[in-house]
């Protein structure tokens, strides 16, 4: 299908004007350090392909206006250079992780990318969350946060969530800018979690993070972007069946990856490895993934089945496509990391 305004077949127009390929090449620059990491001049110019002048001028005017600062000296590649920033005076954005029914897990990032503080409050109702996330900010220097993020487990469409059965989550995203006046973007949780991953990825490779949480998804990020869904949340793969034996699913009565999944523990890692693979080898094929991420596996056990599923992907693909396969380094504040990486991407870009 062929949606209004996007062209398959071609590369992304470039802009013609002069003032629209700055605006362009700014923006490419800011989100490379938002999501990236901080990086030196000449780091930025290996990572976005532009020259040195041309970073220069960019990274002065931001300078200038205090978006990014100057930080430590380090020698990258053998020519120092100091590592540029987001500036710590941007402020910090708050993360409301709504995957649980039961409780919201909330974080205060910072731009540069850190979690401050974070905190698990129960709440069960769209007023509850409402009231949670409300006084967590209140405890934190309101006047420092410049945004609030929902991390949500369905799917998003232009920042706004639909929510469950018992949160509404336009009512909670409108109440939420009623009461603080800041800006509120929803944003699928695994897409988050891969946005954090990006940070340890090789620029140059697609990579996939593979969450397990009550359902199991792929988030995937090709050519530096997120592959987001248009009717569902992409990448959902819970209830796909992999073909190789395992426990049956209560909720679709077939041998599918959730059911093999629940059941991980660290003696039946062995069986679980080729349910992983015969579903991520066909993915990884087709999209030219060169790094997986396993992310909100039971740590002992991810660190395990990591090995296991790349071995057992050498069996399935061709050797020389076969991605590597590793555990998040980010652990559970991943998700914080990256929700907040995307607002900040929002408000700056
Ligand atoms: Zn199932």
Not at 156 to 181: F, I, K, N, P
């Amino acid at each position: 299908m062929i949606r209004k305004g996007h062209f398959p077949f071609l590369p992304e127009p470039m802009p013609s004007d002069p003032a629209d390929t700055r605006r362009s090449n700014r923006s490419r620059l800011l989100q490379s350090i938002i999501t990236r990491g901080p990086a030196t001049r000449a780091e930025l110019s290996r990572r976005l392909g532009l020259s040195r002048p041309t970073i220069s001028v960019i990274v002065g005017e931001l300078l200038t206006v205090g978006v990014i600062t100057e930080g430590d000296r380090v020698s990258s590649g053998g020519a120092p250079g100091t590592l540029l920033e987001i500036s710590k005076q941007t402020g910090v954005i708050t993360v409301a992780d709504l995957r649980s029914p039961n409780e919201v897990r909330l974080a205060a990032v910072s731009a540069a990318g850190e979690v401050v503080t974070a905190d698990d409050v129960r709440a069960v109702t769209t007023d509850q969350v409402l009231a949670a996330v409300t006084t967590f900010i209140e405890r934190c220097e309101p006047q420092t946060v410049i945004g609030v993020v929902l991390a949500v487990p369905g799917m998003v469409v232009r920042g706004e969530w639909s929510g469950t059965d018992e949160r509404d989550g336009e009512a909670l995203a409108l109440g939420l800018r009623r009461a603080l006046r800041l800006p509120v973007l929803a944003v699928n949780a695994a897409e988050a979690t891969a946005i954090a991953d990006l940070r340890d990825s090789p620029s140059d490779v697609g990579m996939a993070t593979i969450m397990l949480d009550d359902v199991v998804s792929v988030a995937l990020i090709l050519g530096g972007r997120l592959h987001s869904g248009v009717r569902r949340p992409t990448g959902e793969i819970t209830h796909l069946v992999p073909g190789t034996p395992g426990p049956v699913c209560d909720q679709c009565g077939r041998e599918c990856l959730v059911a093999q999944l629940r059941t991980l523990s660290l003696p039946s890692v062995d069986a679980s490895a080729p349910a992983v693979a015969a579903v991520l080898a066909p993915i990884a094929a087709a999209v030219e993934l060169g790094d997986v991420v396993l992310s909100g596996f039971p740590e002992q056990t991810a660190e395990a089945l990591a090995p296991l599923v790349q071995e057992e992907l050498r069996t399935r693909m061709p050797p020389a496509e076969v991605p590597e396969v590793r555990v998040s380094r980010r652990g559970a504040a991943a998700t914080p990391i990256g929700a907040a990486a995307l607002l900040l991407y929002r408000i700056l870009g």
